[in-house]
Nanobody, 129 residues
Framework: QVQLVESGGGLVQAGGSLRLSCAASGGTFSSYPMGWFRQAPGKEREYVAR????????YYTDSVKGRFTISRDNAKNTVYLQMNSLNPEDTAIYYC??????????????????????WGQGTQVTVSS
C-alpha cells in the first residue's frame, strides 16, 4: 500500500511563493506517474499538474502554466510543486496522487481523479489579497 504525505502549505500573500512536497512510502515510487490536484471550498477537485515517472515530462493546467513547476526526486521518493506568483484563486487544499497501473503513456495528461490510485491527505494553501 502506497502512502502519500503532503507538506509545505500555508498562508501567503498574493504574489508570493510556496513549495509543496509529497513524500511517498510503501511502493516503488519511480514507477508511478505523479499528479497534483487541488480543491477549493464548494468546488470539485481539479487537476493542476502531473509528471512522468522519470521526471522528464510534465503537464499543467492552463491557469498555472508559467507559475507552477512540478518536479520529482526519485532518490528521495518525493514530488514537489513550486508555486510562484500566487493569487487568491489558488487558495485550495492541494493533494498529490500516484498512478499505479500497467498501461501508461507519456503523452497522456492523466488529468482526471479516477486515473490515480493513491492520494495524500492534502495540505492547505491560502493566498490573501
Amino acid at each position: 500500500q502506497v502512502q502519500l504525505v503532503e507538506s509545505g502549505g500555508g498562508l501567503v500573500q498574493a504574489g508570493g511563493s510556496l513549495r509543496l512536497s509529497c513524500a511517498a512510502s510503501g511502493g516503488t515510487f519511480s514507477s508511478y506517474p505523479m499528479g497534483w490536484f487541488r480543491q477549493a471550498p464548494g468546488k470539485e477537485r481539479e487537476y493542476v499538474a502531473r509528471i512522468s515517472r522519470s521526471g522528464g515530462i510534465a503537464y499543467y493546467t492552463d491557469s498555472v502554466k508559467g507559475r507552477f513547476t512540478i518536479s520529482r526526486d526519485n532518490a528521495k521518493n518525493t514530488v514537489y510543486l513550486q508555486m510562484n506568483s500566487l493569487n487568491p484563486e489558488d487558495t485550495a487544499i492541494y493533494y498529490c496522487a500516484a498512478r499505479n497501473r500497467p498501461n501508461y503513456s507519456e503523452r497522456s495528461t492523466y488529468a482526471r481523479t479516477y486515473e490515480y490510485d493513491y492520494w495524500g491527505q492534502g495540505t492547505q494553501v491560502t493566498v490573501s489579497s
